[in-house]
């Protein structure tokens, strides 16, 4: 805790071994807590919470969003930032939506959703890694072009027919209340924190995130990094496409409009340092589950969605102040 | 410490201060808008309100998302399926987006009806229209031909040419001209649905018919253009502006004498009758099928057509005599 007190006011670029960090992974169990505590209240204010399908249905809330929310756990880790998360949804469920009127089956259109999301991924990636722009000015930027693109093909009309075996993914289950959705989410909680916690790569994400030149002069491949990260977004948006788009059996080039700010508000609420360099995939989990929690257990009181919105807000907002307050407090 | 306090401290009023008792055995219709916090779904949720005063032990709920997206709407559906309500009666932000969800809703038992915004048949029993072609298509001609007891000229401003409702309106009056003897339709002139191009045309309209006696616009935009160039021509009086508009914008219309009478559909009337269809769905009184005939208390009855839709009633008309109530409406 000295460290604060005597720093002189230099920012430390390490996070790793700041305060601020120990702030932030006590954080985790500070949000945990939150979702129990959530859970509990919930369980009490409305005799429909503790239903298992009504829980079920409640998972759609958040499991698409956190599909996209652990890739851009890690992408926000390494310092950077991708925007145009739900318009690659949009470009990707149009293109589904042109393969499956062209007569193709599900496996092809799953596959073409993924293939876009590839592809929006590799020029996200590209324009950054390559041309060294800014990731939130060209995420800006393809955000209105993926859109645009989608919006060119369907105007203000939709594809609907989708075969019945491809709904599957939104609208199936895998036993019992357990939908396919949730196995998806939850095995690739595991693969990223894997990932993440446990690789090269992850380290390496990490120290991108904390220093992109230092890491680059320890024989970091940085640019690569950041490529196969951007790639990782959009894969994982073509994947959300594939299950949106079946869950609502249609695509309109309104798809997941506004997606992306709940998924970087899931990514921030999990502790994920907006400036990178520190997060975990575990925070993102139970950022999910909270932010899944307090929207369902509102809605089941019928409370109206802006409030849920100030709601969420203000978790976010608590979420970034509070590892500040707390060395503030403890460096006082 | 303080901080935990403080957070779960937020979280416990959020989520507890909500938290209110409902009668179990009242029936729950829930009134679904495309979106919190428009006029025109607030005033449909008062005639909700209405209809369930009248009914007794009914109890709405009326909600909706904060945008204006089926997936919003689905997180909705999705509570009020949680909270097995009786009825949902929906506006819908997407005509096939929402139909699994509102598929599963029927599944567990829950009447669903459409209002104002449809829904694709295989998600919701029956759909309520505002108002049907046949009925706007008399309504804009006779607003015209009641203020021209003897006879006159009429000319139309319509949106584009190839605007599929504006077309089949017109298609519709021009049915049932024979039944307004002495009113001749001089010309058609399409302002594209832009202000502007409206304003000239509605002027071109005037000089080229110069004893024009109304000009029927059954757009939004059209309506209010051409009150303005009559306004700006200085013909007040002489060319009566009618069509279908919004209260809010034709307020100014009204009150200068540019427009007599206008005519939209009236979403107090809507959600009432929504209201009342669900309810007698609900009850089992009458099953949603082709033909049957639904009683929606004071607007009457309405009467399935194939695709299990119906029209309310005429649309509704707005004069000096009733503008102020409705302009901060919708």
Redesign the interface.
Known sequence: MSSIATNTGRKIPDQLTSPASRALRSWES?LL??AV??FI??S???P??L?P??LS??T??FTEKAMIAFAMALLIIAGEIDLSVAAIIALASTAMGIVMQAGFGTPVIVLTGLATGLLCGAFNGLMVTRLGLPSIVVTIGTMSLFRGISFIILGDG?F?GYPDSF?VF??GYAFWVITVEFVIFALLAVIYAVILHRTNFGRAVFAIGNNPTAALFSGIRVARVKMILFLLTGLMSGLAAVC?TS????T?S??????ELEVVTMVVLGGVNILGGTGTIGGVVIAAFVMGL????????????????I?IG??LI?VIA?PR??SRLRGA | MNRILQLTMTAAMATGLMAQGAAAEDMRIAVVAKALGIGFFEAAAKGAEEAAEELGEVEIIYTGPTDTTAEGQIEVINSLIAQRVDAIAISANDTDALVPTLKKAMQRGITVVSWDSGVAEDGRMAHLNPSSNELIGNMIIKLAADELPDGGQVGLLSATTTSTNQNIWIEEMMKVMGDYPGIEVVGTVYGDDLADKSYREAQGLMQSHPDLDAIIAPTSVGIVAAAQAVVDAGKVGEVNVTGLGLPSEMAGAIESGASKSFAIWNPIDLGYSATMMAYHLAKGEVEAAPGAEIPIGRMGTVTLDETNSAPMADPFVYDESNIDEFKSIF
Do not use: H
Request: aromatic share 16%; proline share 2%.
């Open positions: 500070l807590l939150v505590f959530i209240l919930n009490f204010a409305s429909y919470f239903d399908w009504n249905d409640a759609f809330n939709a609907r709904a939104g609208q949106l869950r609502l059996g249609s309109r309104s798809i997941a409009s506004g997606m307090v929207t369902f257990g509102l809605g089941l009181l019928n409370v109206p969605g802006i409030v849920m919105s709601f203000l978790l608590g509070l307050l707390w």
